[in-house]
């Protein structure tokens, strides 16, 4: 196999082909390889000149192939997964006209023709346009990310290079992550905080492991035990998972560290997993961060965490916070931050420098210097790791049922609270037109029916009251 | 109401299909409607309609509405 040319202009780029510990492993089948043996000729078929592709991944080898083929050429890619609704992908698709387009679950695609890569290894098919596209891309725009996930909402955070290696020389800094480790990607490559954990452990790392079952299958665990698992990165529902299918009652003696982002994590399941690991030498990372960050924006080192149980600890490396005098809001400067968001295929050409990023959280600080969230600014709650605007979905429901009287609000992150005044409302069309357009698992609405809705001073619905009054129920 | 139907209307709440999609050929699948968010409220939906306590391991093991019965069955729930 002819050895893989690595661009010696991308500084991220070269640090990954220089870490000489890293190589993949494919769970599915149970084969290794290095990181050339992933990567394809790309720059023949597409050139150098700057192009915008889509790349819809699974969890699997190929979908790591094309994306470390593409980050290693001069072309922008919008990171999505690969079981978004059909629909939406062709919304999407209609909005930025990607040149080219990376989508294993298509056949075809309308206007597209399929290119195979094989590189004596792998193959992987990929779309392109026989369109002429005369857009242009800054050339600080390198990846793109939904920060929805699933809603396929054309609202995309601009990343740049430069973001994503400081983010991961950021974590990679704090996080204990050595070329003997063997690292499960079990978080979606679409989403910021599972990317995060692939380049963290691509620039420091040793073995990374793709193509592994469902959590929630035996075979998950038959996994971990086989390559010997040392780390694992979860939201807060995977947490809460582990803690029912009776994590905390085993031992995994090769697991080293576990990390902890993408909402709050309930107190005591916090805490029980905290005891758990003090008395199993684990070190348990609980973390802060958003998609307009690369990712990571702070962490609690693991031996301050008994004390700063609820604290999302302290900025990363080459990070800083502070928070707004008048607002209370917390504001977070680094060289992760952002170029600002994409609407459309024009948004594209510009890159905006933004010195503070508006975090959306409403934050105090401890007289250790520790950051606690309090609240936030507006009126989002983060359902199963997704960010759900309430205001957005309250405008929704109204539109679609043509009434006035009804409220959402949020539910310690964990459920959407539908508050309706008139008796007769159709819930179970609410739910279903939920799913479809924002794909909001039924599961994670609630529906409370009240007389009145109570109010504020100013004449404005009082959400705090009717959750109240739903926790009171 | 049967214990069938107690199990068939846990099903059809939780995942909100239609009656007759509860069969045998429904199985846990991580990107469909039966996905590991619908499955922990599938599981605490199970405990409370039929007031028993799911032991972790079995967790795992109810992967299709044929295996839902099998497991009930230890806690001696029949079908």
Redesign the interface.
Known sequence: MSQHSFNPHNEFVKKISDNNKLNFVDASSDSKYNLSQLMFPVHSEFGESKQLGFIYVDSGIKSLAIYFSFLNSSHALVLLSD?LDSNLKQNLEKIYRPAFIYDNTRDSIGNYKDVTFDNGTLNARVFRTSENLDYTINPEVKILLSTSGTTGSPKLVKLSFENIQENALSISDYLPINGEDVTPLNLPLNYSYGLSVLHSNAIKGGTIVCGIP?????AFWTCFDKYGFTSIAGVP?IY??LY???FL?KEYPSLEYISQAGGNLSKNIKEKFNSYCEKNTIEFYVMYGQTEATARISFVPPAKLNDKLTSIGKPIKKGHLRIDDKTEELLYSGPNVFGGYAESITDLNHWESIDWLKTGDIAYTDTDGFYYIKGRLKRIVKV?GNRVNLDEIERYLKLELSTAIIACTGIDDKFILVAYTEIDMNT?LL??RL?ETFKI????VKFMYIETFPMTKNEKVDYKEIATIYKSK | MSNLNRLKNVFTT?L?IEEDQVNEDLK?D??SVW???????L?TELENEFSVEI???D??EI?SFNQAQNVLGKYDIEF
Do not use: C, V
């Open positions: 079981t469902d959590i929630l299958s035996k529902f809460e998972m029912r299918i009776g009652k199963f179970d739910k279903r799913f698992q039924g599961s994670a | 939780i909100e846990y991580g990107n996905d590991s968010i619908n499955h922990m409220f599981i032991d972790p391991d967790i795992l992967k």
